[in-house]
């Protein structure tokens, strides 16, 4: 009887062992790598751009308020719904401006993830299978990346593992509360990335039509989990349908949904998608990789066999990923990170080396490729800890925010990864050479809000203002904040045309330019070689009635 009522006990305290070692190896120099300075495509060498726009997200939010309607370098950001952004948010608004406080609600999420897949391999393997799991993902550098950046793609893979996971302890969802952590676990992956949220719905559809008559889902329960998940992401589609419907079907719908994804504006690269993902996902954790691919038969007589919904259930969910990475036609590898949890999941219980007699072998094995993933730098597979290749431009931006300059800031093709979204800087302008308006395809109604512009309407912003204003106010928009956010140029002397007309910014340029604007700034702008390739044009006269921004919020090591 004492055997009994400890085993509950024993389980929760594994558990509990398992999410602290998870956090502790997922966070170490988690305050080491700047925003925007991992690189979210490690073959490629892509820096992770967008937290620099969740940080200026979820930085408005902790200072300024305005949670139900998110906004981002001061205008309305709806292309994907606000979830990530609140919880950013509110713990930058509890603990400070801190890499930490940005980026600690994935960090739990990529803990609590951990604790998920332990319980899923112990449930279906053996009592070692969950550790091998375990350590199949936390040496994964995908998932060790992206639970330390301020990114969707972590809390959408945690939330549908969660959702999943009710499923394997109640293959029916006849319990309330399994049913409920159901629906709540997809309502949060919608709320989170949009349509990516609804795979918990599509594994679940193609579950019941695999699984035996007498272990599927009843329709009218299936039907009952749609409607609540509905009626939980509700409230905030309909509040953006009422009061910015113009900013949401433009956003949400127009472009995230029906343009980005099916059509992008620019093609992200000409692999197809099988090549892209899979040859990245070898490269950067090949280990887990060929353990997943010998996992594959073995998962396949599990399905074939139809002894249990659960190696169904695991094929369904890798085929709907695969399915909706194959369609979505804008192709980034953080997308890699809904793989992994299944594939870990495949590898520790369907793999010839998930029985008793290999798992010790196995676990040995993983150790040690742990310790070669840590200690061995400069690999697209290694794992960072935080001590990855800055950010060059990091250094130098960080040092101008601190001059707190009530200045604007003209970023000239700039080398930041829009790591200067992230700072307390009073305005920042993007300026692009953009002969071919590729800008413009990514936000077509930027130009007529005056978010973007081109050079000549830069050049006499002060004269458009009250029409885009105006133009601004019709969107439900009482803000010029956004203004001029992004300016496209088509030549060089676009560029030096702007310098002239506009004494009173800053500009952050090429070296390349140095030159030719000695001439045009003598009077103007005092000029600093920042580095080999960058200069700063620092504006001798401040703009009236302009506050200087307060940069003592923010934690010196941002």
Not at 467 to 481: M, P
Not at 517 to 540: G, N
């Amino acid at each position: 009887m004492v055997e009994l009522s400890s085993a509950p006990l024993r389980s929760r305290f594994k558990r509990i062992a398992v999410f602290l070692g998870a956090l502790a190896i997922l966070g170490v120099g988690i305050q080491k790598t700047k925003v925007a300075a991992a690189f979210s495509d490690p073959v490629s060498r892509i820096r992770a751009q967008d937290e620099s726009i969740y940080a200026n997200g979820s930085i408005a939010m902790a200072l300024h308020g305005g949670w139900l309607t998110p906004k981002v370098l001061g205008r309305i950001f709806l292309f994907k719904p606000p979830l990530q952004l609140w919880l950013s948010g509110f713990s930058l608004k509890l603990f400070g401006i801190s890499l930490l406080a940005l980026r600690l609600p994935m960090l739990i999420a990529g803990s609590f993830g951990a604790v998920l897949i332990y319980c899923w391999c112990t449930q279906i393997g053996f009592a070692r299978a969950g550790i091998v799991g375990v350590l199949l993902l936390l040496s994964n550098p995908v998932w060790h990346t992206f639970s330390r950046l301020c990114y969707t793609d972590m809390l959408v893979a945690v939330f549908t593992l969660a959702a999943l996971y009710c499923v394997v302890v109640d293959p029916s969802l006849e319990r309330r509360s399994t049913f409920l952590a159901f629906c709540a676990a997809t309502a949060a992956a919608i709320m989170t990335k949009n349509v990516a949220g609804t795979i918990p719905l599509l594994v679940l559809f193609l579950t019941t039509l695999w699984s035996p008559r007498a272990q599927r889902l009843t329709l009218p329960r299936i039907l009952q989990a749609c409607l609540l998940t509905g009626l939980f992401i509700a409230p905030w589609h309909f509040y953006q349908l009422i009061v910015h419907p113009r900013w949401f079907w433009a956003e949400y719908i127009q472009l995230e949904l029906l343009r980005i994804g099916l059509q992008p504006p620019v093609p992200t690269t000409f692999e197809s998608p099988v090549v892209f993902y899979g040859r990245r996902l070898f490269l950067v954790d090949p280990s887990m990789a060929i353990l997943a691919m010998i996992a594959i038969p073995g998962l396949v007589l599990a399905v074939r066999r139809r002894e249990s919904i659960r190696p169904i259930l695991l094929a369904a969910w890798l085929i709907v990923v695969l399915a909706a990475m194959c369609a979505f036609q804008t192709r980034y590898f953080h997308y890699a990170v809904f793989l992994i949890a299944p594939l870990c999941i495949a590898a520790a219980c369907h793999g010839p080396f998930s029985s008793p007699r290999w798992q010790w072998w196995i676990l040995a094995a993983l150790c040690i490729a742990f310790g070669v993933k840590t200690y061995t730098k400069d690999r697209v597979w290694s794992l960072t800890f935080g001590a990855g290749n800055p950010l060059p431009a990091a250094a130098i931006l960080r040092s101008y925010s601190d001059l707190a300059r009530p200045n604007a800031l003209v970023l000239v093709e700039t080398d930041d990864w829009f790591y200067s979204a992230a700072l307390p800087l009073r305005k920042v302008h993007y300026c692009f050479l953009d002969p071919g308006h590729i800008i413009e395809r990514y936000g077509p109604h930027y130009p007529n809000l005056g978010i973007t512009v081109t050079a000549e309407q830069f050049a006499q912003i002060d004269r458009l203002t009250p029409q885009f204003r105006e133009n601004l106010r019709e969107w439900g928009l009482n803000s010029i904040a956004p203004l001029a956010t992004a300016i496209e140029t088509r030549s060089d002397s676009d560029v030096l045309n702007i310098i002239q007309s506009h004494p009173l910014e800053d500009f952050y340029l090429p070296a390349r330019f140095r030159r030719q604007v000695a001439p045009l700034v003598q009077s103007t702008h005092d000029i600093s070689d920042v580095s080999p390739e960058r200069l700063l044009l620092f504006a001798r006269r401040a703009p009236a009635n302009v506050a200087a921004p307060d940069v003592s919020r923010w934690s010196r090591n941002w």
